[in-house]
């Protein structure tokens, strides 16, 4: 490999969803401390909307109400993370139920470039911020239309989440089918839930039998953790009838006991085989790979060449430091999660295809997934 190989470094990555109109509070937060290399991806909330019924008729009538989100994604040095974090919340005002969420997730990151320093609040004024300890992200990888529709209905039901929907194109085992690949579509929903960590098992299981992925072909759940994060609660919009809402009680109530433990909901599931039966997979890998247009088929089909079973592919933008929206750049977001006993074989080729390559904006983020499930014969 050449000397221009990228190396391994520890990092946290950043991941933060808002509002479409509060997009440009974030990107002028980025911009002012420094972060590079921010990607940002279109998506939307899915929430419940309560209206009272016609012509003065009791109750209430609940539908689904989409909103326009914009998803941020960075990685930033660990000691920078929770000032960094500080400074978005505060420029979002993400404390606000409805604004959106934020998580820090430790990663370890392959890139050729350095790293430039960032400049964050000072420590002390981190304290005007709680940030949650005890937390997870679902990621759920839906093959079948309409699933994740069905999916974020449940995690709404279940008082889980703002579900956050993204759409990705896949590609590995439907490429290996032949004529049947028919039967797959290659446009995936991504939907991502950002759930309490003791209670992230049981949701994942009660999402699966929903959405029925023991079939084959129908999609991929996994977890990985998250080291701090501040999480929207605002699951309803209608009208308010307290003088507070019942998410701005949940988020005193988080930040009086500085983490979410309190709301554990699904005990007795958690007693249960221990996921055998629905066949989860553990001490898994994340690997997402980040690169120009029209480079990830190459660095995918490397990843599949040492092990790795498929990928799922985003199409995001750069956010270049101090530009403006309509200057960014179009990059491409891999997904890949393969087992400990591949990962370093499915890393050192893709960075032995970055080399060749000869790019200096590719990287690779590797994190820990301590559950996932897919369909297995």
């Known amino acids: ?38 990607l940002v991806e279109g998506g939307r909330a899915v929430r419940l909307s309560l209206r009272s019924r016609p012509f003065g008729l009791p109750g209430s009538v609940v539908r689904h109400h989409d909103s326009p989100v914009d998803l941020f994604r960075c990685t930033v040095p660990r000691e920078s993370a929770r000032s960094i974090v500080a400074d978005v919340v505060a420029a979002a005002e993400l404390n606000v139920p409805g604004h959106g969420s934020i998580l820090v997730q430790d990663a370890i990151e392959y890139r050729s470039a350095a790293r430039a320093a960032v400049e964050a609040s000072p420590a002390t004024d981190q304290d005007r911020v709680t940030l949650l300890p005890d ?101 309803r919009i209608g009208k308010q009838q307290h003088a507070a809402s019942i998410e701005q009680i949940i988020a005193a109530l988080d930040e009086l006991k500085s983490g979410t433990s309190w709301r554990r909901r699904f005990p007795e599931i958690d007693r249960g085989t221990g996921g055998e039966d629905l066949r989860i997979l553990r001490d898994q890998r994340e690997i997402a790979i980040v690169c120009g247009e029209g480079r990830s088929g190459v660095l995918v089909e490397s990843a599949m060449r040492a092990g790795a079973g498929g990928a799922t592919t985003a199409r995001v933008r750069r956010m270049r430091n101090g530009d403006r929206e309509d200057s960014s750049a179009a990059r491409e977001l891999s997904t890949l999660v393969v087992s400990d006993s591949v990962c370093s074989s499915v890393i050192d080729a893709l960075l032995e295809a970055i080399g060749a390559g000869g790019e200096t904006n590719e990287r690779i983020e590797v994190l820990e997934s301590p559950a996932v499930f897919s369909y297995r014969p």
């Open 1 to 38: 490999m050449s000397d221009s190989a990228l190396e391994g470094h520890p990092v946290s990555r950043i991941v933060c969803h808002v509002d479409h109109h509060l997009s440009p509070r974030v990107t002028d937060c980025m911009s002012r401390i420094g972060v590079r290399r921010l």
């Open 135 to 235: 937390l997870a992200l679902v990621t759920c990888i839906l093959s079948m239309p309409g699933t994740g529709e069905q999916l974020a209905r449940v995690a709404l039901e279940l008082g889980a989440c703002v579900p956050v929907v993204t759409f990705a194109s896949g590609t590995g085992m439907r490429d290996r089918l032949g004529l049947l690949r028919i039967t797959i579509p290659p446009e995936k929903e991504v939907v991502h839930l950002a759930v309490p960590a003791h209670d992230a098992n049981s949701i994942v299981r009660l999402l699966l039998e929903e959405v029925r992925l023991d079939r084959p072909g129908r999609g991929l759940v996994y977890r990985t953790p998250v080291r701090l994060g501040l999480v929207d609660t605002r699951l």
